[in-house]
C-alpha cells in the first residue's frame, strides 16, 4: 500500500509541477495531460539531482519535493522548447 501511495503523490506533484513549467514557459506547448504528468515527474527528478548536486555536492537519484520539482520541470520544458524550436536560425 506504501507504494501504491508514493506513486499517486508522485503523479499528483508531477501534474502540478508539469502545469506550471507550462504556465511559466512562454509559447505554446502542445502536451496532453500525460505529457505534463511526465514532464513534472521528470523534473522531480532532474530537481533532485541539481538541488543533490549544488548543495550536497553529490549525485543522488530521487524524487524532490514541490519547489524542486517545479524547478526542475521548468529546466526541462525550457531545454525542450528550445530543441524544438521551428523559428531556430543554423549559422553555416
Known amino acids: 500500500m506504501d507504494v501504491l501511495w508514493n506513486i499517486i ?3 499528483v ?6 502545469f506550471i513549467a507550462r504556465a511559466v514557459i512562454p509559447g505554446k506547448q502542445s502536451m496532453g495531460l500525460v505529457a505534463t ?3 513534472g515527474v ?3 527528478f532532474v530537481g ?3 538541488g543533490s548536486l549544488i548543495f550536497d555536492g553529490e549525485f543522488s537519484l530521487g524524487t524532490a519535493g514541490w519547489i524542486g520539482s517545479i524547478i526542475g ?6 531545454i525542450y522548447v528550445a530543441a524544438t524550436s521551428k523559428n531556430r536560425r543554423v549559422t553555416r
Open 48 to 50: 533532485n539531482l541539481l
Open 42 to 44: 521528470i523534473g522531480s
Open 13 to 18: 506533484i508531477g501534474a502540478v509541477a508539469g
Open 37 to 39: 504528468v511526465v514532464l
Open 73 to 78: 520541470a521548468i529546466v526541462v520544458l525550457g
Open 9 to 11: 503523490v508522485l503523479i
